[in-house]
């Protein structure tokens, strides 16, 4: 009788026990240097962004955040890393659409299991596709390309920096509504394909509005349409590609994950902080409104849902269109 109860202490004992840690380990998190892990090379957009929210992490934890690039393989150098890296919420991994709902249906194998691996914290932004043409095509809106396109399937080419890159899946999933044929030109980069298009060697790409503006202000491109859901405030005078082709949306987010197993209450920690930077007034002012993103808001199950919606509406699109990467 008295072993059986002090079994049943050691049992509500240890129980109990094991519950203080994760208690203390989010209330004192973050305790020391948090790394994101960014599974793109520096310079690009998700990079851009991760930094501008490591640094107001930073701030408002009172520890450091740094920055870690591991690009390569379309993210799977990173994602990888970050897989394998303790469920701790000390290493984080900051990346685009690309890891979560476009490679699973581009690639055979993967390095990292993007259901069984990865817990989402939070998004950290978005960012929308212009369709963009050089200023000597006689096109002027989207109907006069589908026009054009109809009239010769396959002749007219586009920029695109590889297969599964957002302005490839902007034009396929373009090509599956209207029911028409372009040939891509891939590049290696979105640079070099931006460049080709000014200098009139190809005639048009989608690209994110940012990268838009510049060259359209000195004359050396001009917009069609916004793969917006709806018109940007910033220029009205450009139309959605959604008002003349329905269903029609290229929207690409960023965003922010931790190994499977991280505690629930440092994911929702690391959520609510995100979301305060993704509200606050200054945030906008100073990143979000100069760099054409748009705040990524909710929370990481609403972020889940995002994700897992997305992977069906792009996996469609990549199936239909027979496109794979053989790895």
């Known amino acids: 009788m008295i072993k059986s109860i002090l079994y049943v202490l050691m049992i509500l004992l240890f129980g109990f026990e094991s519950l203080v840690p994760a208690s203390a380990q989010v209330n004192s998190y973050p305790s020391r240097t948090v790394t994101i892990v960014v599974a793109f090379a520096p310079g690009g957009a998700t990079d851009v962004v991760a930094r501008a929210v490591a640094q107001r992490l930073s701030e408002a934890w009172g520890r450091p955040v740094i920055i870690e690039n591991k690009g390569g393989a379309s993210t799977q150098i990173g994602a990888s890393y970050v897989a394998k890296s303790a469920a701790d919420g000390?290493?984080?991994?900051?990346?685009?659409?690309?890891?979560?709902?476009?490679?699973?249906?581009?690639?055979?194998?993967?390095?990292?299991?993007?259901?069984?691996?990865f817990v989402p914290i939070s998004g950290l932004g978005k960012i929308n596709?212009?369709?963009?043409?050089?200023?000597?095509?006689?096109?002027?809106?989207?109907?006069?390309?589908?026009?054009?396109?109809?009239?010769?399937?396959?002749?007219?080419?586009?920029?695109?920096?590889?297969?599964?890159?957002?302005?490839?899946?902007?034009?396929?999933?373009?090509?599956?509504?209207?029911?028409?044929?372009?040939s891509a030109v891939h590049y290696k980069g979105g640079g070099p394909a931006l460049i080709d298009v000014i200098a009139g060697h190809i005639p048009m790409m989608f690209i994110n509005v940012g990268l838009m503006v510049q060259p359209w202000e000195a004359g050396q491109l001009r917009p069609l349409a916004i793969?917006?859901?709806?018109?940007?405030?910033?220029?009205?005078?450009?139309?959605?590609?959604?008002?003349?082709?329905?269903?029609?949306?290229?929207?690409?987010?960023?965003?922010?994950?931790?190994?499977?197993?991280?505690?629930?209450?440092?994911?929702?920690?690391?959520?609510n902080d995100v979301q305060r930077i993704m509200i606050d007034p200054v945030f906008h002012e100073k990143f979000l409104d100069p760099n054409f993103y748009s705040p990524s808001l909710g929370t990481p199950e609403q972020f889940a849902s995002e994700i897992k919606a997305d992977a069906e509406r792009w996996g469609k699109i990549i199936r239909d269109a027979n496109l794979s990467i053989e790895e």
């Open 129 to 182: 596709q212009a369709l963009v043409v050089h200023p000597s095509v006689p096109m002027q809106t989207v109907g006069d390309l589908v026009a054009a396109a109809k009239a010769s399937p396959g002749a007219l080419n586009y920029g695109s920096f590889g297969v599964g890159s957002a302005p490839h899946l902007s034009m396929e999933l373009l090509q599956a509504l209207v029911g028409i044929k372009l």
């Open 227 to 271: 793969g917006s859901e709806e018109r940007l405030s910033r220029f009205p005078q450009i139309p959605t590609i959604a008002e003349s082709v329905d269903g029609f949306r290229a929207t690409y987010w960023f965003g922010l994950f931790a190994p499977r197993g991280t505690p629930p209450d440092i994911v929702a920690k690391i959520n």
């Open 90 to 117: 000390y290493t984080l991994l900051a990346t685009a659409d690309t890891t979560f709902v476009i490679n699973p249906h581009l690639f055979h194998k993967l390095s990292y299991d993007p259901d069984k691996e």
